[in-house]
């Protein structure tokens, strides 16, 4: 074996030290910052639950929907969705009207509807991939 | 008060049981099963973590980068900027190509691309929202 023992332990890193100037420097102070990156932490947190991540998914398939509907659709208490629309509506991302004796939630705005949308695709493919790579080792 | 105690605690609901049909409708059957939420629940997760994110945000402005210059721009040693790297490779949100002796890295797909686009932006503008809610508190 000519591999160095190290190299085996960290097949992520580069074998030799290299910096690669005309990449590095056009990205310099453009990345978020640590309390940004907390920030988004915050948001990603947020849609990590399966029932908050079904609500809104289903706020993204449609304009808007009221506590009724989303519990009969995700077949969960009203008690249950209402719990997590009080969060989800606490980190702005969803938003609520009341009309008459009725309040209809939606999701707050377009990066809501796109972040959830990236991540049931993303999810989804990787699934397959998961399946077709698990199959052709068969 | 004309208002019930019930409606003071819960705000969330409407007053009155009620279904809108037309919504529910077209909704039957496609909104994410509990599986697939705990599969969107992993790739939000993943991204749920400060250096984590940093990393993807950094790939995101860019095509490719090695872990020197990761380091370098995230101002973090390479042996922790290559750990995360491993458990983003296992998820399969970015992939690397060996060129000689140098290891480059690059988001898996469009997908993580916009999750990271529009975490930032929900973040930043959520973050504005609550500076300006605020300062008209002041």
């Given at each position: 074996?000519?591999?160095?023992a190290d190299m085996?332990?960290t097949?992520e890193?580069?074998?030799?030290?290299?910096?690669?100037?005309?990449?590095?420097?056009?990205?310099?102070?453009?990345?978020?910052?640590?309390?940004?990156a907390d920030?988004?932490?915050?948001?990603?947190?947020?849609?990590?639950d399966?029932t908050?991540a079904?609500i809104?998914?289903a706020?993204?398939?449609?304009?808007?929907l009221?506590?009724?509907?989303?519990?009969?659709?995700?077949?969960?208490?009203q008690?249950?969705?209402?719990?997590?629309?009080?969060?989800?509506?606490?980190?702005?991302?969803?938003?609520?009207?009341?009309s008459g004796?009725?309040?209809?939630?939606?999701?707050?705005?377009?990066h809501?509807?796109s972040?959830?949308r990236?991540?049931?695709?993303?999810?989804r493919?990787d699934?397959?991939?998961?399946?077709?790579?698990?199959?052709?080792?068969?």
């Amino acid at each position: 074996m000519s591999v160095r023992a190290d190299m085996e332990l960290t097949p992520e890193r580069c074998d030799v030290e290299c910096l690669h100037p005309e990449h590095v420097r056009p990205l310099l102070g453009r990345i978020i910052s640590s309390d940004d990156a907390d920030a988004v932490v915050g948001t990603f947190e947020l849609l990590a639950d399966p029932t908050r991540a079904r609500i809104l998914h289903a706020l993204a398939l449609t304009r808007e929907l009221c506590v009724c509907d989303l519990a009969l659709l995700l077949g969960l208490s009203q008690s249950a969705i209402s719990h997590q629309l009080r969060s989800l509506r606490d980190r702005r991302a969803v938003r609520r009207r009341r009309s008459g004796r009725i309040v209809y939630y939606a999701l707050a705005d377009a990066h809501v509807r796109s972040l959830l949308r990236d991540g049931v695709t993303h999810a989804r493919e990787d699934a397959a991939l998961l399946r077709r790579t698990s199959s052709g080792r068969r």
